[in-house]
């Protein structure tokens, strides 16, 4: 039985990857590293799960030999809170929407006693900047559990996140559905047992999601017919009831 649904939040919630780009060249520009990430080179390192990991990876590939040791991990730890709080400014106060259909299914799923959780790598500085004005103030009281790159130190392939929502949520893997956008989110949804619901984003078209429940364009609005091959139909936008009936297809060909 469909228990829960269990959301990452960057590329997910909302679609918030050229916000974070433009907050990580602007961070570059004031402490002066002559860096600029353009959409390629962003596509390419948001195949790393994390903004320290990303600038990390990125210095190593650019400046090898001064990319290790205590200096450079001060420098990352300064540009990061830059970028955090430049990011911060540019989504808060509703700048940046939710994903269509988003803040509808959150609502619905708690009128219909499904409980709500977030996994993500992102920071809880993101999340709440990104969430307090479409879900208000005390918009943790929405989510029964909240795991975030402050409880997660191995981020994304990696599944402890989904680990820990499970474990903060009591529930087993078996009763809920996960929510991501990415590759490197879907495997480690998958890797926690957890059948997933992708939406990519223009940042994340091209990944692989063979491992899907289904892949959507968003979870619906008025205006689009959302097709879902699983379970061989096709509605406007994505309903608790849809969910139960994939999430039950999903468990039936898992026990098969």
């Not at 918030?16 to 004031?30: L, M, S, Y």
Request: aromatic share 8%.
């Amino acid at each position: 039985m469909l228990e829960a649904l269990i959301f990452d939040v960057d590329g997910t919630l909302a679609d918030t990857e050229a916000a974070h780009r433009a907050a990580f060249n602007d961070a570059f520009d004031q402490v002066r590293l002559g860096w600029y990430w353009d959409e390629a080179t962003y596509l390419r390192l948001l195949q790393v799960s994390g903004g320290k990991e990303r600038i990390a990876h990125h210095w190593r590939m650019v400046e090898p030999d001064v990319a290790e040791g205590r200096a450079a991990q001060t420098v990352i730890e300064r540009v990061h809170a830059i970028k955090t709080r430049l990011y911060e400014d540019r989504v808060s106060g509703g700048q940046l929407a939710l994903r269509p259909g988003v803040l509808r299914l959150l609502r619905e799923a708690l009128n219909s006693k499904l409980r709500l959780a977030i996994a993500t790598t992102t920071t809880p500085t993101n999340i709440d900047a990104l969430l307090r004005t479409p879900l208000g103030p005390d918009w943790r009281r929405y989510f029964a559990a909240i795991g975030d790159a402050s409880t997660a130190p191995r981020k994304k392939p990696d599944p402890l996140v989904y680990q820990q929502a499970l474990t903060a949520l009591g529930l087993p893997a078996s009763a809920c559905l996960a929510f991501e956008d990415s590759a490197n989110g879907l495997r480690a949804a998958s890797a926690a047992g957890l059948p997933t619901v992708v939406t990519p984003t223009a940042y994340t078209a091209n990944h692989r999601f063979d491992d899907a429940l289904c892949v959507l364009p968003h979870l619906g609005d008025a205006g689009a017919l959302l097709p879902c091959g699983t379970a061989g139909m096709a509605q406007r936008w994505v309903t608790v009831d849809a969910l139960r009936r994939w999430h039950a297809d999903a468990t039936l060909c898992e026990s098969a």
